[in-house]
């Protein structure tokens, strides 16, 4: 059994520019423009990259300015606040465990 064709919706085209896709399922003429094993690699590779720059950011911002990584710390984002606002966090943290 073959799944019906995607509806295909009218954006403001005529309607010869619509048509010839009509039951289509890729834009491609059926074969994508890039091999599976490319799409792994960019979405790994952009994922390891830009961890390693996270990371390295994280570490120079500890080893050159001495920011300590703390509950606090990451419950507000690394800005000074008051310490109402940090007692809120850590009560509402508590309330939802329970």
């Not at 073959?2 to 509806?7: G, K, S, T, W």
């Not at 520019?17 to 799409?39: C, H, I, R």
């Not at 390891?48 to 120079?60: D, I, K, N, R, S």
């Not at 984002?77 to 109402?84: H, L, N, Q, T």
């Given at each position: 059994?073959?799944?019906?064709?995607?509806?295909?919706w009218?954006?403001?085209?005529?309607?010869?520019?619509?048509?010839?896709?009509?039951?289509m399922?890729?834009?491609?003429?059926g074969?994508?423009?890039?091999?599976?094993?490319?799409?792994?690699?960019?979405?790994?590779?952009?994922?390891?990259?830009?961890?390693?720059?996270?990371?390295?950011?994280?570490?120079?911002d500890?080893?050159?300015?001495?920011?300590?990584?703390?509950?606090?710390?990451?419950?507000?984002?690394?800005?000074?606040?008051?310490?109402?606002?940090?007692?809120?966090?850590?009560?509402?943290?508590?309330?939802?465990?329970?």
């Amino acid at each position: 059994l073959r799944p019906p064709p995607l509806i295909m919706w009218d954006y403001g085209l005529a309607a010869s520019e619509t048509k010839q896709y009509n039951g289509m399922e890729s834009f491609f003429e059926g074969t994508p423009p890039l091999a599976e094993a490319v799409g792994w690699v960019l979405c790994l590779g952009f994922g390891m990259f830009f961890c390693c720059v996270t990371l390295g950011m994280v570490w120079l911002d500890q080893k050159y300015v001495g920011t300590e990584v703390t509950s606090e710390q990451f419950n507000t984002a690394g800005r000074s606040v008051k310490i109402g606002l940090t007692a809120h966090v850590h009560c509402e943290t508590i309330t939802a465990a329970v």
